[in-house]
């Protein structure tokens, strides 16, 4: 039986990556601070888990012992992170990091944390340039993906069998942020009309957790050094986007698509941008991954449980708070109701 270890393996795409090679018939460990967070369907499926801190190199010794077919680090943010995992991916067959399309500049130097958004001409390869690498602190704006990259470059140095993903917009059960609440909400607040920026047209390519973990079940079987975009193989609009949401839960609204003579803020998404960020897969592609399925067909599950967890009284606090200043500027209901009474 083929044995896998998954760092932060209790999370989104943790837990995607567990669900899908105990599947499959692996014998499935993960390694995490809070036994808690280990989701009963995992539990039920005979994943084991192990406490452990990710910062803590000889529990994590300990916990992989004489070694592992396949080694997931889904919680790598620094050089220091990947400078620990270096001495536990060289005792498994292959290793994947989890990185991010954040490392990527267009020709302006403009990153996905920029002031200014950037343009990047077309689809990005993994060629495309990227951010220096850097060690301030990669909770920041401004320091994640810089760190990110330094992270990766420690990892591709070290000449083992390390496979870098790089998703997108990651979606899925389990998310700590999860980007669909934005329509989700509005579908619970039975609100009647949906307000979107830029006719809706804006385009952030997303990733589901669930061919995050195709993938990686892909190049567990074809260890190599190498980096690999990872996104769903369609790229929906904001538009595109809120309709799949509102029809999973059997809602209707009417469509108000703002242009730029709309207050600036009105109507605003996660997936905004002047221009599309869309991902180029072919190298993936070529390697035997097969996407588990486009957004309208893998962001269902996660859409179903965001409502079963309201509906249960969100007893674990897995919902964002009306406090949380990233999704509090998407809900300025006010806002929006004094712009229709003035139509």
């Given at each position: ?27 499935v ?12 369907d ?133 998310a ?41 079940e892909?190049?567990?079987h ?47 998404t ?74």
């Amino acid at each position: 039986m083929l044995r896998a270890l998954i760092l932060g393996g209790t999370g989104m795409i943790g837990g995607a990556t567990a669900r899908r090679l105990a599947a499959a018939g692996w014998r499935v460990e993960v390694a995490g601070r809070d036994p808690g967070r280990l989701p009963p369907d995992l539990a039920a499926a005979g994943v084991r888990f192990h406490q452990a801190d990710r910062a803590d190199a000889a529990r994590l010794g300990e916990v992989l012992g004489d070694g592992a077919d396949l080694l997931v680090d889904c919680v790598c943010y620094t050089a220091a992170d990947a400078r620990l995992l270096l001495p536990l991916a060289a005792r498994a067959s292959s290793a994947v990091l989890i990185s991010s399309k954040a490392v990527y500049v267009d020709a302006a130097g403009r990153h996905a944390n920029s002031d200014a958004a950037p343009d990047y001409g077309g689809p990005i390869t993994e060629s495309q340039a990227t951010l220096p690498p850097g060690d301030m602190d990669h909770r920041s704006p401004e320091g994640y993906g810089p760190n990110k990259v330094a992270a990766e470059l420690v990892a591709l140095d070290s000449g083992l069998p390390i496979s870098i993903l790089r998703p997108a917009r990651v979606h899925g059960v389990g998310a700590r942020r999860p980007r669909e609440w934005v329509f989700v909400k509005r579908v619970l607040d039975r609100r009647p009309a949906v307000l979107l920026s830029a006719r809706g047209a804006g385009i952030v390519q997303p990733t589901a957790a669930a061919n995050i973990a195709a993938l990686i079940e892909t190049v567990a079987h074809r260890p190599g050094a190498r980096i690999l975009n990872s996104a769903d193989p369609d790229a929906p609009s904001v538009r595109e986007i809120a309709k799949t949401i509102a029809r999973q839960l059997g809602h209707s609204w009417n469509e108000v698509l703002l242009d730029d003579t709309a207050e600036p803020g009105l109507g605003r998404t996660p997936w905004d941008g002047p221009h599309p960020v869309i991902l180029d897969t072919t190298a993936s592609l070529k390697l035997g991954y097969k996407p588990v399925g486009d957004y309208a067909g893998t962001v269902a599950e996660e859409v179903d449980w965001l409502f079963d967890v309201h509906r249960s009284g969100d007893p674990r606090g897995v919902l964002p708070s009306p406090r949380d200043a990233y999704f509090a500027r998407f809900f300025d209901y006010a806002a929006e109701d004094a712009y229709l009474a003035a139509r």
